[in-house]
């Protein structure tokens, strides 16, 4: 347990200590989102323009408006739904992952580039994390890796498109309707999906732990293809079971506090939080999102490190 | 109706929910649905009366903490609703509270309304007042058709507009969006989205509220299908109507709609024939138009140009089309003001033209000493049967509108949000 947890201090301390890692995430993030927010705002203004003169200086959303313009919306404007407000983009988006939502055909592109941005930042800032900036250069780093990650991530989306056409529609589709409709309680329907969601959350973390300890095992030398690294990263999960999921649990767990601050912020914060103080708060949380991302990154290349050599670096 | 009323002694849930079961048309599949949750619960039985109508009774099945503000939010709604539409039909009115996982709040039948009382809410929410809200205005419906049948789109369109109008009126102020995540266990509000707003606002309010209209197959719906379509359209023309006249014109006519047709299977004919007494104007022609659902209803400024003048001022020319085939107004008026079109200039003058609905074509061309700034025809929302009302206004060089930039921040936070949980697994 101990490794653990020195693994998760110094991996977060790592990425604290690393702000030119974590202004990176947050410009690329930039890069690839605000193009396609250019194109929604431009359309919102438009439409927010173009609406009947009915009292169009109101400060707060028509709610009536917003259906009428989702009605006759389309492309990623058709994705301008409420849920992108404050704390319940976090909700639905978590929710839309584990109740296995197909996200529309229009975000493929940007989850696209988001897989190619992060393919680079993994290689850049897992160099770092690993052997510190003496090896390589920033983009250096990024750029030797970036292949081999990306095609990690694209061998894990199928493997995960896998999941959801085949586990999924079972546990969500048949288990769960049914151990639901027999419950006599909602109580008691809740716990029983969340029984469900706990099983299918397992194959998600197991796949995900396989994808990173691949890309540790590139970053630490151990492998060089990716097909290899996958081999390495499933045997390094098979060998190191519990180290492997408590240290994915606790660094989650940051997460989790994450979303319970920024829902307690949102909710009990004050009549401003949907203005532009929601939306300081909004990127804060990003900011916050990117770098427990990256601490998993930073804790599990110790814990590979400490477990290969018998001690954490 | 004040509510004067005796509480009498528990009776056992599952025998009240028999005798329900029994004065109603329920059908076989839900009764026994609901049968298996009313077993071993208790119901509380409250008598209102008062303004001379006659008692009701309200049976409450559900558990005890939930009993008591169940009966009060119904108690409300039957007060509201009778002061709109006369007294609640029948004499008893049995509510139960089933967990959500039945799928059946807002579930009515003649003397029965179901909700549910979630496990986790909000204080914004209001999910199981607003289905109790929505099966006891149904029930004013459901004396016109109890179940589906050719005319019965009619009896469902009416129970959608009251229980819409219901809803709004009873949450005014205090009913926010609320998202649910999680296979629907798990709420948030979003106070930035008011559903059921001040009355005095203007803009329209939602008309399809999920609460009112989901599921569309439900069982205790009265029409399917194209029916339902026809239901929907009816459903939008009333709330059209209701902002053409006014709320107290049109209730008024609902009322004596609702008092004509006791004891009768009404038709939109009734209907029509009540509000034609009560405008001292026919109104076949407004059902007419308004019911083809084969037909779109869609008028669009479709060209707005102010230019600087020859000489001086400005030359500007408004392009208003109808796109779709039905036209929603009549020539035959006598004052042939159908339709309003509103030209707004940059000095803050207006002028508003009246169209004949039925033509498909209008240009309006002025000289002004400002440009235009906006064009818009029907620019008081009250032709809510227009298929696509984005299309009715156009601007001019409009300012930033900042709503809309602080949507496309919160889009954009979205946007990163979903990029990370979409990635963190790969």
Redesign the interface.
């Given at each position: 347990m101990t490794t653990i947890v020195k693994a998760l201090g110094g991996g977060l301390l790592r990425v604290l200590a690393s702000p030119l890692v974590i202004a990176a995430a947050i410009v690329a993030?930039l890069l690839?989102?605000?193009p396609?927010?250019?194109v929604?705002?431009s359309e919102?203004?438009t439409?927010?323009?173009?609406?009947?003169?009915?009292?169009r200086d109101?400060?707060?959303?028509?709610?009536?408006?917003?259906?009428?313009?989702r009605e006759?919306s389309r492309g990623l404007a058709a994705?301008?739904t409420?849920?992108?407000?404050?704390?319940?983009?976090?909700?639905?988006?978590?929710?839309?992952?584990?109740?296995g939502e197909s996200?529309p055909l229009v975000?493929l592109l940007?989850?696209l580039l988001?897989?190619v941005v992060?393919s680079f930042l993994w290689g850049a800032a897992l160099e770092q994390f690993a052997h510190g900036s003496s090896r390589f250069g920033f983009f250096r780093a990024g750029a030797r890796t970036f292949m081999r990650f990306f095609v990690i991530?694209m061998l894990?989306?199928v493997v995960?498109v896998l999941l959801y056409v085949s586990i999924h529609p079972l546990l969500f589709g048949v288990l769960?309707p049914n151990l639901?409709?027999a419950?006599?309680?909602?109580?008691t329907?809740?716990m029983l999906?969340s029984v469900v969601?706990l099983a299918f959350g397992s194959v998600?973390v197991i796949?995900?732990l396989t994808?990173d300890y691949a890309r540790v095992a590139i970053v630490m030398g151990s492998a060089a293809s990716p097909i290899d690294a996958l081999r390495e990263g499933a045997r390094f999960v098979r060998s190191h079971p519990g180290s492997a999921v408590a240290l994915y649990v606790l660094t989650g767990l940051l997460f989790v506090a994450l979303l319970v601050v920024y829902g307690y912020v949102d909710v009990y914060g004050g009549?401003g939080?949907?203005?532009?103080r929601?939306?300081a708060i909004?990127?804060a949380?990003?900011v916050a999102?990117?770098v427990i991302?990256l601490t998993f990154g930073a804790s599990e290349v110790r814990l590979y490190r400490a477990l290969a050599a018998g001690r954490v670096g | 109706m004040t509510a004067a009323a005796a509480s009498q002694a528990a009776l056992d849930g599952a025998a009240a929910w028999a005798q329900a079961v029994r004065s109603s048309s329920i059908d076989a599949p839900t009764g026994s649905r609901v049968e298996?949750?009313v077993a071993g619960a208790e119901a509380r039985v409250i008598t209102r009366s008062g303004d001379g109508r006659p008692p009701l009774e309200i049976i409450t099945i559900a558990a005890p903490q939930a009993a008591q503000p169940l009966a009060e939010a119904a108690g409300q709604s039957v007060d509201r609703l009778s002061t709109w539409l006369g007294p609640l039909p029948g004499n008893r009115v049995t509510i139960v509270d089933v967990?959500?996982?039945?799928h059946l709040a807002g579930a009515a039948y003649p003397g029965i309304a179901i909700t549910?009382s979630?496990?986790?809410t909000t204080r914004r929410e209001f999910a199981a007042e607003r289905a109790l809200t929505v099966a006891i205005a149904r029930q004013y419906a459901l004396t016109f058709a109890t179940a589906p049948q050719p005319d019965s789109w009619f009896a469902e369109g009416l129970a959608a507009y009251f229980a819409t109008r219901a809803v709004h009126e009873s949450f005014e102020g205090r009913y926010y969006?609320t998202?649910r995540?999680?296979?629907g266990?798990?709420p948030?509000s979003?106070?930035?989205?008011?559903?059921s707003p001040n009355p005095l606002?203007?803009?329209?309010?939602?008309?399809?509220l999920a609460e009112v209209v989901e599921p569309a197959d439900a069982p205790w719906r009265l029409a399917h299908g194209a029916d339902l379509d026809r239901a929907n359209r009816l459903t939008m023309a009333l709330h059209t109507l209701e902002r053409f006249v006014g709320w107290p014109a049109f209730q008024a006519t609902l009322r004596a709609f609702v008092e004509r047709s006791a004891g009768r299977t009404p038709a939109l004919r009734d209907l029509t024939a009540v509000l034609s007494e009560q405008r001292g104007a026919d109104m076949t022609w407004f059902f007419d138009q308004a019911m083809r659902v084969d037909a779109r209803i869609d008028y669009a400024v479709v060209n707005l140009a102010s230019v600087p003048a020859a000489s001086a001022g400005w030359e500007t020319t408004v392009d208003v089309r109808r796109l779709g085939e039905a036209t929603s107004l009549p020539r035959a008026t006598s004052t042939a003001r159908s339709l309003p079109v509103?030209v707004?200039f940059a000095d803050g003058s207006e002028i508003t033209e009246w169209i004949d609905g039925r033509d498909r074509e209008w240009r309006f061309e002025y000289s002004s000493a400002s440009p235009a700034v906006?064009a818009?025809v029907?620019?008081?929302?009250i032709l809510l049967i227009d298929a696509?009302?984005?299309?009715?206004?156009?601007?001019l060089n409009?300012p930033?509108?900042t709503?809309?930039?602080?949507?496309?921040?919160?889009?954009?936070?979205?946007?990163?949000?979903?990029?990370?949980?979409?990635?963190?697994?790969?």
């Open positions: 993030m690839v989102t605000v396609f927010a250019l929604v705002g919102l203004q439409a927010l323009s173009n609406q009947q003169p009915i009292d109101a400060g707060e959303i028509d709610p009536e408006w917003w259906f009428e313009f006759h994705t301008f409420p849920v992108i407000i404050g704390f319940a983009a976090p909700l639905a988006n978590l929710s839309a992952l584990l109740d996200p975000l940007p989850y988001g897989i992060w991530s894990a989306a995960l769960a639901e409709a419950a006599a309680t909602e109580r329907a809740f999906r969601y998600l796949l995900s994808a009549s939080v949907t203005g532009w929601g939306i909004a990127q949380y990003i999102r990117l991302r | 298996r949750f967990p959500a996982q039945a549910s979630r496990l986790l969006l998202l995540s999680f296979g266990y798990v948030h979003i106070r930035a989205i008011v559903m606002d203007p803009r329209p309010r939602v008309a399809r509103m707004r906006l818009s029907d620019p008081g929302a696509d009302r984005t299309n009715n206004t156009r601007a409009p930033l509108h709503v809309g930039l602080r949507l496309a921040f919160n889009w954009l936070a979205w946007l990163q949000d979903a990029m990370l949980t979409c990635t963190a697994v790969i």
